[in-house]
C-alpha cells in the first residue's frame, strides 16, 4: 500500500483559500492547464471621470487675477538674477521704469544692480500666475543678450517662448566662427529676415549667441539652422526646404501623406583641393651608406648618466636644472628693464664734403655759388645775367 501524504494544518487551510478564491472569481485554479498570466501594467488604473477623448492636453490654462485666492496663492518668495555686460548699462538705465511698469501689471518687482552689473525680477504676495516668474526671467536674460524692451516683454504672454543659443563654443577657429556667423546673418541682413518669415519667429544674433523668442515649433526650426550653419552647412538649403513645406500645408488632399518626395536631399560634395607643394624640395643625396638611426630617451639618459640614478637623485637634478633656468632668464629680464635706464649713444657729427676731399677755400666758395646759381628759376637767371 502506498503511504499517503500526511498534510499538516497550515497548509490545509492554504489549499481551503485557495479553492475558496477560484470559485469566487471564477477562474481557472492556479498550476492547471490553460492559465493565462494575468496583466499587472493595469492593475491600479481606475477610469477617470474628468477625462476623455476630447480633452487637449496640451491646451494652455489661463490664469486670471480672480482666480487667485484672496489670501494670497504663493507662500515664499522666488527670485531670478541674470548679470549684463557693460554695454547695455547705459539703455538699461533709461528703460529701467518702463520694465518696472511691464512688470508691475503682473504683480512682480525687479531690481537693477549697477555695481554688480545684475537684473534681479522677485515674486509678491499679490502674485497670482505662478508661471510668470519664469517668463519675467526670460525676459531680463533677453534684455541682458541686447533684445530691445518691447520685443523682450512680449515673452509674457501665454503663446511665445524663447531661447538663448550660445554659439562660442561650436568652432574651434575664430576666423572660420566670424565668417560663418556672418554667414548666418546674410548680405544686409537678408538672410537673417528670411529666416524669421518663414519660421515665425524674432531673431537676433549678437556676439557668441543667438536670442530666439517665437512658437515652440519654430523655436526647434531656428535652432536646426543656426546648428548647421556652424556645422558648414549653408543655411540657403533650410530656407528652401521650409519654403516648400509652406507651399505643401495650403494643400488639404497632402496633410495625410508622406513629404519626402516633395522635399530636396542635398548631397555633401568632398571637393578636393589642390595641394600646395612645398617649395624647398628636398635634395636627394648620393650615400651610398643609409643614415644612423636617431637615439633612443634610454640612450640619451645613459650619456648624460641620469639612467642610473634613482629617484630622488633624478627628481633633484631636475629641481636644479630648473632653478638655473629661472635664474638665467630672470637675468635676462633684469638686463631688458636696465636698457631702459641706459642713456642714449651721442649723435655722431656729420662730415663735411669739402673736409673729407681735402678741398679748399676757394674752390668750395665757386662750387657753393654755382650750386646757388643752378637753384635760381630761369626768369632770374637770365635777368641777373642782362645785368651783368
Keep these: 500500500m502506498p503511504a499517503t501524504p500526511v498534510i499538516k494544518e497550515p497548509q490545509k487551510q492554504l489549499l481551503a483559500a485557495c479553492r475558496d478564491d477560484a470559485r469566487t472569481r471564477q477562474e481557472v485554479p492556479c498550476g492547471a492547464a490553460g492559465a493565462e498570466p494575468q496583466n499587472k501594467k ?14 487637449d492636453h496640451w491646451k494652455p490654462v489661463a490664469i486670471t487675477k480672480e482666480d487667485a485666492p484672496s489670501g494670497g496663492l504663493l507662500l515664499e518668495e522666488s527670485s531670478f538674477a541674470t548679470l549684463f555686460p557693460q554695454y ?85 577657429s575664430k576666423e572660420r566662427f566670424v565668417k560663418r556667423r556672418q554667414r548666418l546673418v546674410g548680405p544686409n541682413g537678408s538672410t537673417l529676415k528670411a529666416i524669421e518669415l518663414l519660421t515665425q ?33 549653408h543655411p540657403i538649403y533650410h530656407i528652401k526646404e521650409l519654403m516648400i513645406r509652406r507651399e505643401l500645408e495650403k494643400d488639404p488632399e497632402l496633410q495625410n501623406e508622406n513629404w519626402d518626395r516633395f522635399l530636396p536631399h ?29 637615439p633612443r630617451k634610454e640612450d640619451l ?34 638686463r631688458e ?20 676731399a681735402g678741398e679748399s677755400a676757394q674752390d668750395m666758395a665757386q662750387r657753393l655759388a654755382k650750386k646757388a646759381k643752378d637753384s635760381q628759376p630761369k626768369k632770374q637767371r637770365a635777368k641777373s645775367e642782362l645785368l651783368l
Design 88 to 172: 547695455r548699462e547705459q539703455y538699461l538705465k533709461q528703460v529701467w521704469p518702463d520694465v518696472r511698469k511691464v512688470l508691475a501689471e503682473h504683480e512682480l518687482s525687479a531690481e537693477l544692480n549697477l555695481v554688480e552689473g545684475s537684473m534681479t525680477v522677485k515674486t509678491t504676495k499679490k502674485t497670482w500666475d505662478p508661471y510668470i516668474i519664469i517668463k519675467a526671467r526670460d525676459m531680463i536674460k533677453l534684455l541682458a543678450r541686447s533684445v530691445p524692451l518691447p520685443q523682450a516683454q512680449k515673452v509674457l504672454e501665454d503663446e511665445v517662448y524663447c531661447d538663448i543659443l550660445k554659439i562660442g563654443g561650436l568652432v574651434r
Design 301 to 334: 639618459q645613459m650619456e648624460s648618466g641620469e639612467y642610473f640614478l634613482n629617484e630622488k637623485e633624478k627628481q633633484l637634478r631636475q629641481r636644479v636644472a630648473k632653478r638655473e633656468a629661472q635664474q638665467a632668464k630672470s637675468a635676462e629680464k633684469r
Design 266 to 294: 542635398f548631397k555633401n560634395r568632398n571637393v578636393q583641393r589642390k595641394k600646395m607643394k612645398d617649395k624647398k624640395a628636398k635634395k636627394k643625396t648620393k650615400e651610398v651608406f643609409p643614415p644612423q638611426p636617431t
Design 337 to 356: 628693464r636696465a636698457k631702459e635706464f641706459e642713456p642714449p649713444a651721442p649723435a655722431k657729427a656729420k662730415k663735411r664734403k669739402g673736409q673729407d
Design 42 to 55: 493595469g492593475k491600479y488604473r481606475k477610469d477617470k471621470p474628468w477625462d476623455h477623448e476630447g480633452i
Design 201 to 233: 519667429c524674432f531673431v537676433l544674433v549678437q556676439g557668441q549667441t543667438v536670442s530666439i523668442m517665437g512658437s515652440v515649433k519654430g523655436i526647434k526650426q531656428v535652432r536646426r539652422i543656426v546648428e548647421d550653419c556652424f556645422r558648414n552647412i
